[in-house]
């Protein structure tokens, strides 16, 4: 059980990275899947940043030493994407920009597996799957596949998550029931969220560009930024949730209550313990 103080102070962590990404609206590239790139861009614009779909390999050397971050996501992975992918992930590293990588549906190819233990070479500052995603690359195995969705809990990766981020030197991030945040050392759960959440396709996906963008303004402190943007993508779930009908008018309900939260709202749900 966290004490009061230590809940206020990852309350304070969360408001005040929220009301950053607010006020200085972070320029996000994000190389994301066809499913996911309404969702991912309009999950950044309600939070306040600003989305830039830009995934032409002649575009990069222009357009990625201008971004603050940049979200990484293979789950429509072809051969043609990919020099894209590296190329984006080469820039943002040399200029010292931070970048997550999404390995969406890793376990679907051998291809698929190669090309993002490759782009975990390019030193992502973040890697954020579900639990089988995680376990998968961790282990450097596809197992078993259900695409994009998990067939693990969020907790049956925590050791997957501590030798990935130790052997490769992200942070990783591991969405589900509970969001799991690890930097090999310390161990981070998020209990905010809705099980519904699972059924809107792209959640996860917009968590990882939501991610980036909190990385963009607190980029020497990323297990922090990233619980924080874990925390509020799950408070704007829980807040949606209650409006709700069903998937479709949750996904509705989620941008609008993450584009609306309060100070109040935000520091009496935060929801956030310690591991081990
Ligand atoms: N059972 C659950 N209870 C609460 N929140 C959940 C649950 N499952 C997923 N979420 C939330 O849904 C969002 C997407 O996570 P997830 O479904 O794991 O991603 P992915 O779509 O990549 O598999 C995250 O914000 C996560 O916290
Ligand atoms: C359904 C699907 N198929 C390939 S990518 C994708 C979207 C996955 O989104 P998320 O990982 O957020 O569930
Ligand atoms: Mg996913």
């Known amino acids: 059980m966290e004490s009061k103080s230590e809940q206020n102070e990852w309350s304070s962590g969360v408001w005040a990275h929220l009301t950053d990404v607010r006020r200085r609206s972070p320029l996000v590239q994000c190389i994301t899947n066809f499913v996911s790139m309404d969702l991912v861009a309009n999950t950044l614009l309600s939070a306040g940043a600003s989305p830039a779909m830009v995934h032409s390999v002649v575009e990069i050397p222009d ?135 699972q059924k809107i396709t792209a959640t996860g996906c917009s968590l990882a560009g939501l991610i980036a963008a909190f990385l963009a303004i607190d980029s020497s402190r990323p297990l922090e930024a990233t619980v924080s943007a874990m925390s509020v993508f799950g408070i704007a779930g829980e807040l949606g949730e209650a409006m709700a009908n069903g998937p479709a008018s949750l996904r509705m309900h989620l941008i609008d209550s993450l584009y609306g939260l309060d100070e109040t709202s935000v520091r009496s749900r935060v929801n956030i313990t310690r591991f081990g």
């Open 63 to 197: 357009f990625t030493p201008h971004i603050h971050a940049l979200c990484i996501n293979v789950g429509t992975l072809t051969p043609e994407w990919l020099p894209s992918m590296k190329a984006a992930a080469e820039v943002a590293s040399q200029l010292g920009k931070p970048w997550v990588l999404d390995p969406a549906a890793v376990s679907c190819s051998g291809f698929r597996l190669k090309s993002c233990l490759e782009l975990i070479g390019l030193k992502p500052t973040v890697i954020k799957g579900n639990g089988s995603e995680i376990i998968a690359l961790s282990s450097a195995s596809p197992g078993q596949t259900k695409g994009a969705d998990s067939s693990h809990e969020s907790t049956d990766a925590i050791e997957a998550a501590k030798s990935l981020a130790l052997s490769s030197g992200a942070v990783v991030a591991v969405s589900g029931a509970v969001d799991i945040v690890t930097d090999g050392n310390q161990v981070i759960g998020v209990h905010n969220g809705t099980k519904m959440m």
